[in-house]
């Protein structure tokens, strides 16, 4: 069975890591969100990619999600001594990853050549693609102004109030080589616990893939559990839009591209609802506080694709 | 007494060290060679500024003369992981100088305000003066053709042999703000036993420079003793180009701008031949070993320099 995972951050990473333990490689290709990446000090930072990667390597910073575990921070400590901006944190051997992505971008090497060299380093034996090797740019439309999302998420840590969003760049993007080929040929597409407002938007936003995973045979898990977000500023977001952080309006942002819907156990009530809007429904426990869990959940969804696609 | 000191690496540094220990802040200046500054990893690298600083700073690495004390290496590591290029080492703090160097410079900042910041905060009192803000790129004429100065100095650890030097952009090329000015005031301009081929000569090669430099009163240091380099590789150049490597030679090379030149005991058998081409003899322990060494250098350079002034 040939699965696609869409993927941002931290929640879609665990996720992904989930299903690269159940399945094969070959079997799995992460499409990660590059909407969020950057130039932060001359650098092209790829936070969800990094993240992804990182994860299904297992070299993960298993306490924050983001960065490598066993890090160093001489380069920061140095850093700031001199001055320069400290609010984007990067380890020392992170760093190697930015350093090294800018120079192969400055020689025209594209973004997904660089992740499936760096992947096939760090023994990374699943397919992880960007989106897109072209530039997107998400822009937190905010009652404070537009801002960058890396602004918006880290320095400004989600604290101003958002009105929309908009990703400079997306109407002219491309998939990435092999997106495409991989949303065609999936027996089902996994929609993972990202932000479905700034993660998995953009990557359903570059021409061509919401129709692709519309016709494809998508299953979303929800980032909202009992009215909140598992982790980051969705079930935020939501309340700021005005619209109600709940799985059912994940249910409703995702019901005219995915054909069925994996909810909490805490949300249970939910169940009905969900189905009367014409989503299949897995109830199952979709935290991910272990290793363990990450790879239940997989088999949890796995196990309702193979059931529903009979 | 106002001295300026010309300055390229490791040794410069080190007499640099021993006049910034006898001197107060106000009354040394020191103007580094950056015609060995280049592009690596999309960085803007100073290797001689970076080492002067950090050996006024107390902050250089006793063992190597370069790079940082205390300093860790998980930047390298993680980067050769990835393949990327390994044969400039930098260490995870140093990183952070070049780092911040390369924003500050993409933003607009001139070199030599940034170079007076980083000393600010790395607490050295004493002014340190790039010799241009300008791009200057030491071309090494070789027998395999020509070469970038670090591709052949590190890379090819100076095993080319070479036929001469080019100085790319010097022509161009404006003294740093501050320079011609500390020149002019300067009671006595020494310049440190550097290679006179490749950190002074394009320091004097700044227009306007050699000639203030011939109108003040210059003290060099010959960084030829006993017919070898102390460091590096201006013994091996001088014999590639057909020059005997001797102190004597340092006399020629220099007799046209210096008043004195400074020689090592061992050499004192020339003492009379570099009286007759017209300088000024100091015969002395120049090699520096320990910190000490550097500061009675120093002493001896400035009591030199106070006798022959008058």
Known sequence: MKIVALAGGVGGAKLAYGLASELQPGDLTVIVNTADDFQHLGLHI??????VCYTLAGMANPATGWGRRNESWNFMAALGRLGGPGWFRIGDAD????????RRIGRGDPLSTIVREFCHSWGVQHSVLPMTDSAVATIVQSHEGDLDFQEYFVHRKCEPKVRGFKFL?????????????????????VICPSNPLV???????IPGVRNLV???????VSPIVGGRAIRGPAAKMYAELGIEPSALSIAVQY??????????????SLQSEVVGIGLRVLVTQTLMRTLRDRRRLARDVLDFIRAELG
Do not use: K, M, N, Y
């Not at 760093?95 to 800018?102: C, K, S, Y």
């Not at 002219?172 to 999936?186: C, Q, T």
């Open 46 to 51: 790829s936070p969800d990619l990094d993240t």
């Open 95 to 102: 760093l190697a990853t930015h350093v090294e992505r800018t």
């Open 169 to 189: 760049g997306i109407e002219s993007a491309r998939p990435a080589p092999g997106v495409a080929d991989a949303l065609a040929d999936a027996d089902a597409i």
């Open 199 to 205: 993660s998995i938007a953009p990557i359903l936003g």
């Open 214 to 220: 519309a016709r494809g045979w998508a299953v979303a």
């Open 255 to 268: 019901r005219d591209i995915a054909r069925g819907l994996v909810i909490d156990r805490s949300d249970a």
